[in-house]
């Protein structure tokens, strides 16, 4: 491997970003180069001045506050631009054990993946209340049934990309990048695993969490709008059984109620049974529509792909 760069994205960070690039390697095993760079993402305060004097490669200012799924992919461009073979991206408060960098590269430097997530040890986090924990367990699971992946911590932000799947990657979500890469790693079969990482204390509140309510929406968005992004037809088709059945059961209810002596028309049920059926339908026709454009985005990536490699190289 001839250069590795890590990045971390920053927003007004001037008073942990000392602490997590301390702890940041300038060599490895295997690597003949490693760089930092930061992404400046809307920072008023002093993180670029104070990342320059540590020894900071590459600094990519957003100019304007941007949101941490943008400013992700800034530095992914930024990093294959400077000519990075594998990214490590980090987080600017130090909760990733910085020395657990080698445990991310290793399956990468055995060819056994392309992107590497580290996996937190969840449960042993005192910061993190029960509630959160539980939607980081069901995050993941909605991510590896979406993607047919194995990854245990979805939303974690420690991983290791190579420059082939780098290029791959695209990020639609504003609030944050890591459920939709790993979908996208599966549906683009990219080989994705994960390694069990350390954390560090506590220095300060995730800057993603604003709110236990506003955190429960915004991932219920996210993972819902990945979901039906990536997959349109079994979304829909599971959505659109739910009206279908319940409308097939009142309209064998009403055939039997029809043909039985009762001399009434039961007219609201055969209307009613009308209605979900037709609500079902409809929503199978959505799937098979979303498919469809599925099928376009994935050539036009194709496209996308080609124009990457023939920019970078």
């Not at 900071?56 to 304007?64: A, C, E, P, Q, R």
Request: glycine residues 8%; hydrophobic residues 45%; proline residues 5%.
């Amino acid at each position: 491997m001839k250069k590795l760069i890590i990045q971390i994205p920053c927003h007004n960070e001037a008073e942990t970003l000392p602490i997590a690039l301390k702890a940041l390697p300038r060599e490895l095993p295997g690597v003949e180069k490693v760089e930092w760079l930061i992404i400046a993402d809307g920072c008023t305060d002093n993180t670029i001045e104070i990342a320059k004097a540590n020894g900071v490669h590459h600094v990519v200012d957003l100019g304007g506050h941007q949101g941490l799924a943008r400013g992700f992919m800034a530095g992914l461009d930024a990093c294959l631009r400077a000519g990075a073979d594998v990214i490590v991206n980090t987080d600017a408060d130090n909760q990733y054990c910085a020395d657990d960098i080698p445990k991310l590269l290793e399956p990468i430097q055995k060819g056994e993946a392309q992107i590497v997530v580290g996996t937190r040890p969840i449960a042993d986090i005192a910061h993190f209340s029960p509630l959160k924990k539980l939607l980081q367990k069901l995050g993941s699971w909605v991510v590896r049934f979406a993607s047919g992946t194995n990854v245990a911590d979805a939303p974690s932000g420690f991983r290791a990309i190579t420059r082939a799947a780098a290029m791959q990657l695209n990020v639609f979500s504003k609030y944050t990048y890591t459920l939709e890469t790993i979908i996208q790693a599966g549906q683009k079969g990219i080989p994705i695993m994960s390694v069990p990482i350390r954390t560090n204390g506590y220095l300060r509140p995730s800057r993603l969490m604003k709110s236990m309510r506003s955190y429960i929406q915004r991932s219920i968005l996210t993972i819902l709008r990945i979901f039906i992004t990536y997959r349109p037809l079994s979304f829909f088709l599971w959505l659109g059984s739910l009206p279908f059945i319940a409308g097939t059961l009142i309209g064998v209810r009403w055939l039997m109620l029809y043909f039985s002596d009762d001399t009434r028309t039961h007219l609201p049920s055969l209307i009613l049974a009308s209605i979900l059926i037709l609500i079902g339908v409809l929503m199978w026709v959505l799937g098979l529509v979303g498919d469809l454009i599925a099928v376009n985005r994935k050539l036009l990536e194709d496209i996308q792909l080609r124009t990457k490699r023939i920019d970078y190289e």
